[in-house]
């Protein structure tokens, strides 16, 4: 499923995934029903700005602000793949 | 070393139901020295340590456990993911919200089929009303819900209905999981593998449910080894990324390998840390080194790690072989007889079912 992720969605987590620090491994992880997810930095960052809030293009910009080189696209795809496994839901445009 | 990701809590065998398909051990009246929750409370600290994130709380039947909420309360604390995986018979209003308020992440709840007469046999006992009524209690309390459902010959083709059911009760995951032959479901193997026609049929649906339900519902559907071409990834390794705590404090790489000829060790004499990176039982499996032929020059055997240990072992009386699900294996005969039988053979009955009891010793 590549849905196409717009840059006026409103990412959030979904409710059945939970974003915790794991002192073991030192880095930020998603748990959910049946799966983890071992976040590298950008992923983690990228996380901890979708409030539900702010849209797709907002958190390009704010990682633009923490990083040389942000690949949009990149963001976009992320995205997409925890969209197609219901870890994140797409909020209004 | 790898740390691992997931911990099955086997809290209790106990369990109200019956399931022939059951895959707990055949001698339960081992398991009756049960862990205290001190103990357990220690395991699921060393449990974090060690690295463990999600936890998965089943059994038998894990609301048999009066400290089940406080032992949910611990995990939480210490930042698991928690997962109830249950019958669902026993779960209250009252003790859902207990649950809910303790901070209970997820709920599986099975059910052996989508209609009260066949569901109740399967179980051996009257629980498909109960069971619906607590997946919406589930759903009431906001929960993310799973229902889980173990297919075999008796059910398989009413996997449409079985779809229905999840969609109308607002599942948001359905795993539908083709029967493994371990404990019970070995014993009562014949009567349970389906027909190759079932198959084919059930996963016609399954593809159709997927795209009519894609985003909404989340379909697991998990292959029938023994009609696949290459084994199971088991456990994703051995020692790679899960252990199993049986109610008595085994530790097990897989919750089948209580079957394997090798030493035991149990949380009640190790650390969980020890038995994961030293004991024998975890070492003996661990990586590629043990591999026989086909799988040492194999270019999978990264892939699926010659399959299951224990499947092996039950099926060649060796743990050291490749799993004869394996097309390459050299006893992939075996299961061929066993998928030629349910194909050809006499049709059987639900009536050749033997009912798992809690009480019943290994014959
Ligand atoms: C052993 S049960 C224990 C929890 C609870 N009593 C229940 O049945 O939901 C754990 C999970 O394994 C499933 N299960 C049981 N026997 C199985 C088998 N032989 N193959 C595949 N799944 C099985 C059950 O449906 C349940 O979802
Ligand atoms: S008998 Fe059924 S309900 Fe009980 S533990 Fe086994 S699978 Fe679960
Ligand atoms: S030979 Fe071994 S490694 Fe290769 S596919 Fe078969 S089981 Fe897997």
Redesign the pocket.
């Known amino acids: 499923m590549s849905t196409g992720i717009l840059s006026t969605n409103r990412p959030h987590l979904a409710r059945q995934v939970r974003l915790e620090w794991d002192p073991v491994r030192e880095r930020q992880v998603l748990l959910a029903p049946e799966g983890v997810l071992v976040l590298n930095q950008t992923g983690a960052d990228i996380l901890g700005l979708c409030d539900g809030e702010r849209t797709v293009a907002d958190i390009v910009e704010e990682l633009r602000g923490q990083y040389n080189r942000v690949d949009s696209d990149e963001v976009h795809d992320f995205l997409a793949r925890l969209v197609a496994k219901r870890w994140v839901e797409l909020g209004d445009e | 070393m790898n740390r691992p990701f997931g911990m099955l809590a086997e809290l209790t065998y106990k ?1 109200p ?1 019956h ?1 022939p ?4 051990p055949l001698n339960l009246s081992d398991y009756h020295e049960e862990l205290t929750t001190a103990e357990w409370q220690r395991v699921l600290i060393e449990a974090r340590e060690l690295g463990v994130l999600q936890l998965h709380l ?5 609301l048999q456990r009066r400290d089940l909420v406080e032992l949910v309360g611990d995990a939480r604390d210490l930042g698991l993911y928690t997962n109830l ?3 669902a018979i026993g779960l209250s209003p009252r003790l859902a919200q207990e649950l809910k308020d303790a901070g209970l992440d997820h709920v ?3 059910i052996q089929a989508d209609e009260p007469a066949l569901s109740d046999r399967i179980a051996g006992t009257r629980s498909y009303e109960r069971k619906i009524a607590a997946y919406r209690l589930v759903k009431e309390l906001g929960w993310p819900l799973t229902m ?1 459902v ?1 297919l075999h010959r008796h059910n398989l083709d009413r996997i449409g209905r079985i779809l229905d059911l999840a969609e109308e009760l607002e599942a948001d995951r359905i ?1 539908l ?1 083709n ?5 019970w ?1 070995w014993r009562n193997r014949a009567a349970l593998l389906p027909s190759r026609a079932q198959l084919d049929r059930a996963e016609e649906i399954v593809r159709a449910a997927r795209r009519r339900l894609e985003g909404k519902m989340e379909i697991i559907y998990v292959i029938p080894d023994y009609y696949s071409k290459y084994p199971k990834p088991c456990m994703g390794g051995w020692g790679r990324q899960q252990l199993t705590v049986t109610p008595n404090g085994d530790v097990l790489p897989c919750p089948a390998a209580h079957t394997l000829n090798l030493p035991r060790a149990t949380v009640r004499e190790h650390s969980l840390a020890w038995i994961w990176e030293e004991s024998p039982l975890f070492r003996r499996f661990r990586g590629t080194e043990w591999m026989p032929e086909p799988c040492r020059s194999c270019n999978r055997r990264e892939v699926d790690f010659g399959g299951c240990r224990c499947q092996a072992f039950q099926l060649t009386g060796d743990a050291a072989r490749t799993d004869p699900v394996c097309y390459l294996s050299p006893d992939h005969g075996i299961v061929e007889e066993a998928v030629q039988a349910a194909n050809e053979g006499a049709e059987s009955g639900e009536e050749d079912l033997v009912p798992r009891t809690y009480t019943a010793r290994q014959t």
Request: hydrophobic share 20%; aromatic share 10%; charged share 5%.
């Open positions: 369990c139901l399931c398909y059951c895959s707990n089943s059994g038998g039947e894990p995986i249950t019958s599986q709840i099975s889980n173990v795993e999981a029967t493994q032959y371990y404990g479901a």
